[in-house]
């Protein structure tokens, strides 16, 4: 009874597990809009640039996995979206300079919170380091959501897929929850009648 009780449960999680993912993208591409990044005035190199330890926030656009490929850009350069049809929602991202500030060749760039609002409703929020070097897997920490990502938690990826000329990021990110819904029997009480 104790067997089935448990498969019945781990059922139900992979079953949940995929109703999300039909009614929330998993996997989705994002273009930074370059009019919405602001950093602070300090510190900052000769030229200008950010430096170890400057604060700034920046915006962009969600976009339907597969939007960016090959190298596409997603904003205009008034700031506006470059496939307005295509658009899911919007992304805000805040955080640190880290390694060399912008003149980091490889390896860790900032480390940020992510927020990626989602047109239907849903947020997702992340956090963790955002690598300089292109189409390399960065793990992030899920540390929130609402809507199907509400109680999520786990590992999720973000890949730089390439810059703007103005610098703006295009990032593909990754959600697997059928990572994250894993049962433990530890998470449940079992009494025998």
């Keep these: 009874m104790l067997k089935a009780t448990l498969s019945a449960i ?26 919405r990044f602001v950093f602070a005035p300090a510190p900052v190199f000769d030229d200008g640039m950010p430096g170890y330890g400057n604060a700034f926030i920046t915006q962009g656009y969600i976009y339907e996995d597969g939007t960016l490929d090959s190298g596409i850009e997603g904003t205009l350069p008034d700031g506006s979206p470059a496939f307005p049809d295509k658009v899911i929602g919007r992304w805000t991202c805040d955080g640190y300079f880290v390694g060399d500030g912008m003149r ?5 760039v900032v480390i940020t919170r ?16 955002e690598l300089v070097d292109i189409n390399v897997k960065a793990p992030r920490v899920i540390t ?19 810059m703007s000329d103005g610098y703006g990021v295009r990032l593909l990110v990754d959600v697997k929850p059928e990572e994250h819904a894993s049962l433990s029997v530890d998470q449940f009480e079992f009494h025998e009648d």
């Excluded at 990626?116 to 380091?129: C, K, P, R, S, W």
């Design 10 to 35: 781990a059922l139900l999680a992979t079953t949940s597990t995929y109703a999300f993912a039909d009614a929330t993208p998993m996997s989705f591409d994002v273009a930074e809009d370059m009019s």
């Design 104 to 108: 980091t060749q490889t390896g860790a």
């Design 114 to 129: 992510q927020v990626f609002e989602f047109d239907n409703g849903d947020i997702l929020i992340n956090q963790g380091v």
């Design 144 to 162: 929130g959501g609402t809507g199907a990502f509400a109680g999520m938690s786990g590992e999720m990826t973000q890949v730089l897929l390439g």
